[in-house]
């Protein structure tokens, strides 16, 4: 039965709204609505909710109906956010499918949507906003009343300020005062974001007379500082079209007492604007570039395939060209007036592309990635939302953005692992999710790349995707020479010097000489991976993961790679007592420091996760690499994805064994991606490049392929094994990572559940097993695996199957302490 508002003349039904919480929990909520807010509620809008006792979150309205939930009494809502929906339904839509897809929960979906600055959060502290400037007579007694307890007290709690009115409700009034700059909240009812404001100085009109301009002159003659800021304000106005308040206090040397005095005459006014926190430099519009005659051919062949698919392949070599095509596609999306979405691994490319793209297409590209702080993602999001950006450039969130006509989505470099999330949830994978969202869409996506993933091209081949090659790289450039050395017979003759073969050291020494660059490249950063003592072969590990500490030379610490931990270098062995302790192993750090011996004059820098942390430091490296300001570039696997340096000429490839010898049935096909990736960086203007391959295996068949760049042998090999052994892209896997602190009791439930799977799925079930690292952050791991094949069975239907036996097996009392981590195409 509906219950009624009652009002002078109409009786109304009561709206509840069903809402997701950014919670990991299973079931979206019901609310009740206020009838005097029942107007403003809207699928899409922020609205702030209790959820238990005394918490309060941000959700997001996911359905609005006059049915009140069965199982408890709704609460009411405490306020609605937003004036317009700030989610669409393309992306409830995609949600919904990730929470389905991935396994996971619709509220950590959310969670991992939306920018922080437009979520709330559950700690309530408010504060008063030291800089804030605000008239006390313009406040109600209720605030004035809050402003009064927080000058006496730093810092006040919401239950502090209901006592204080006595009132339950006070997050409208909250929001009010922040909304006026007035307070701080930490996280609860905290609008995080707000458009960022600048103020700048108007002439009054009345003044352009000169007449007018004449007379005030002469009334300021007497007041010297307000004559000097007029003076300052005409000498700015020449070079600048708006004059900013700063800029104009700065310029003039006056005070900010002395502009005030003139504005309170109306000799000029303050206007306040909202301006963007972006980059807004003009850049030149150039979009004067030709294809070649394999471009025009590729980009006739990608737009054949779209008429017949959705999804097209581009497969061509590195440097073949491929972002000129991307180009002229989002070319034809401005002219029908539809967003493009260009997806990139990693943040060190975005920031060369993002220069390359702008050259062409100004400032409609729109940036999204995580160095990007919350507020700047949040401005991104509402330009997005409002249609400002016809096109965006960003890393994997850039999927969760709210487009409103997406028609074209470019997964560049689409093979790359940096596509897949791994912690927390959801796992998902941008590449596969982003085709999702072209259906929604009906949008069309292309995905590129010279070494493409094993189940991209076996989609193509099996002719669900289209399939477009582009040949020959751009300009006629000639394919890199690649030598493979060997280091165990350099090692022999006793020519190796340091962790650099004679061949190599030669390269480089010629190279410089050339006054031409050089990367070098070691996947492990890092100065050394193994401390080793010699007396009784103790190895300093993590106290809270199964895994050795790695010697970082810049901290003089030891680092755990998993958890954080440090702890100080070891000046004798903590087991016997013995100081004969060696380093084993090489990473980044060490490379970088040996070749400065090796080559004084050289400038050397090194690119990898630790020294590339701070937000501009990626654009900062690339820039001086490209103006020529560092010789000697090394790095991990960031110097592959993607780089264009027209004077790189030299790529050394220091130890390729360690990625072939990787316990993962993706080893070879990544180590061909990587060794080809970074050879492709080499040579791509007028030079042909040279590639120097060090390994001990120097026979190794991923090596051969490699040399003679032919992917398809290497896809042909792989296949069949991935076909004998029940792997992907022939099979789909689901792993289960069963954690608990107590090793005995993780065997004990891990045992229990992959026998309660194997009733349900038979020989599909592998493990539990110990994965490569067994501990990390003190919790023990078990690996339970399920291979799904695809032919026959229903994926959705062992997923519906799966979440039963796991709802049922977390409930059990028995299983206390235990937490199950899955993840849905976990390599």
Not at 127 to 140: D, K, M, P
Not at 163 to 171: N, R
Not at 780 to 789: A, F, P
Not at 801 to 818: M, V, W
Request: proline share 3%; aromatic share 10%; glycine share 4%.
């Amino acid at each position: 039965m509906l219950e009624f508002h009652e009002t002078q003349d109409t009786a109304r039904k009561t709206i509840f709204v069903e809402v997701i919480l950014p919670l990991a929990i299973s079931k979206t909520y019901t609310y009740r609505v206020p009838y005097d807010i029942d107007k403003s509620v809207d699928i899409g809008k922020r609205v702030v909710v209790q959820f238990g006792k005394s918490k309060i979150y941000t959700a997001i309205i996911y359905n609005i109906s006059d049915k009140p939930p069965g199982l408890y009494e709704a609460k009411y809502i405490i306020d609605v956010l937003d004036e317009e929906p700030i989610v669409n339904h393309f992306q409830l839509s995609l949600w919904k499918w990730m929470s389905d897809y991935y396994l996971c929960h619709l509220g950590e979906v959310m969670q991992a949507a939306l920018p922080a600055a437009l979520k709330l959060a559950s700690e309530t502290k408010i504060t008063l906003n030291q800089s804030a400037e605000f008239e006390r007579r313009n406040l109600s007694d209720k605030e004035f009343l809050i402003l009064d307890a927080l000058e006496i007290h730093s810092e006040l709690r919401v239950s502090d300020i209901s006592k204080l009115l006595g009132q339950k409700t006070v997050f409208p009034l909250l929001r009010a005062l922040f909304e006026k700059g007035i307070v701080l909240i930490s996280e609860e009812i905290s609008e995080k974001f707000k458009p960022r404001r600048k103020a700048f100085i108007i002439l009054n009109p009345f003044y352009n007379d000169s007449a007018n301009r004449k007379a005030l002159f002469e009334v300021l003659e007497r007041a010297p500082k307000q004559l000097e800021l007029l003076l300052a304000y005409y000498k700015l106005e020449k070079y600048q079209q708006e004059i900013a308040k700063s800029d104009l206090i700065e310029a003039s040397g006056s005070s900010a007492a002395v502009l005030k005095t003139l504005l309170e005459k109306e000799i000029f006014f303050q206007e306040n604007k909202v301006i963007s926190r972006l980059s807004s430099e003009e850049l030149e519009i150039f979009m004067k570039f030709e294809l070649n005659e394999s471009q025009e051919k590729a980009l006739s062949q990608v737009k054949e395939a779209f008429s017949e698919r959705d999804v097209v392949l581009l497969y061509g070599e590195t440097s073949s060209g491929k972002t000129q095509i991307y180009i002229r596609l989002i070319e034809q999306m401005l002219s029908e007036d539809r967003q493009t979405l260009y997806l990139l691994p990693e943040i060190a490319l975005t920031t060369q592309v993002i220069e390359r793209l702008r050259e062409y297409f100004g400032n409609q590209v729109g940036i999204y990635h995580s160095k990007f702080n919350d507020a700047e993602r949040a401005e991104v999001w509402q330009k997005v939302l409002k249609g400002e950006y016809k096109m965006v450039l960003g890393a994997r969130s850039s999927i969760f953005l709210p487009f409103q006509n997406l028609g074209l989505i470019i997964v560049d470099e689409e093979h790359e692992s940096s596509y897949k999330q791994y912690d927390p949830a959801p796992r998902y994978h941008a590449r596969d999710t982003a085709i999702y969202l072209a259906h929604l869409h009906k949008a069309k996506i292309v995905l590129g790349s010279a070494t493409p993933s094993l189940e991209s091209f076996f989609n193509a081949k099996i002719k669900k995707y289209g399939f477009v090659t582009l040949k020959g790289r751009f300009g006629g450039v000639q394919s890199p020479l690649i030598e493979v050395v060997s280091i165990g017979e350099e090692s022999k003759r006793k020519t190796m010097q340091s962790h650099f073969t004679s061949v190599l050291i030669n390269e480089i020494t010629g190279a410089l000489s050339r006054k031409e660059q050089v990367i070098l490249f070691q996947n492990r950063r890092g100065y050394t991976p193994v401390l080793l003592c010699t007396t009784c072969g103790y190895t300093p590990k993590c106290i809270n993961c199964d895994v050795s500490l790695t010697f970082h030379k810049s901290s003089a610490k030891l680092h755990c790679h998993y958890c954080g931990y440090k702890q100080e270098l070891l000046n004798a062995c903590p087991a016997c007592g013995s100081t004969k302790i060696e380093q084993k192993g090489f990473g980044t750090e060490k490379i970088e420091d040996e070749l400065q011996l090796l080559f004084e004059n050289a400038r050397i820098a090194r690119m990898d996760l630790d020294s590339t942390r701070s937000r501009n430091s990626f654009q900062l490296l690339l820039n001086n690499f490209e103006e020529g300001r560092i010789d000697i570039l090394v790095g991990t696997q960031m110097v592959a994805k993607g780089l264009d340096f027209g004077n790189v000429t030299t790529i050394g490839i220091v130890s390729a064994d360690s990625m072939l010898k990787y316990p993962d049935f993706r080893a070879f096909e990544r180590s061909f991606q990587m060794l080809s990736q970074v050879s492709g960086r080499a040579g791509r203007r007028s030079k042909q490049g040279k590639v120097i391959i060090q390994a001990y295996d120097t026979s190794h068949r991923v090596i051969s392929q490699v040399v003679r760049n032919d992917y398809e042998e290497m896809f042909d090999t792989e296949i069949l094994e991935r076909r004998n052994f029940h792997y992907p892209p022939i099979y789909r896997l689901i792993q289960l990572d069963v954690k608990h602190k107590d090793f005995t009791k993780l065997l004990n439930i891990a045992t229990s559940l992959a026998g309660i799977l194997r009733l349900q799925f038979a020989d599909r079930i592998l493990g539990p097993e110990a994965p490569l690292i067994g501990r990390i952050r003190n919790y023990y791991i078990q690996t339970i695996l399920i291979k799904v094949e695809k032919e026959g069975v229903s994926i959705q239907k062992i997923k519906d199957a799966l979440r039963d036996i796991l709802a049922t097996f977390e409930a059990d009392p028995a299983n206390k302490g235990a937490y199950i981590q899955i993840d849905v195409d976990p390599y």
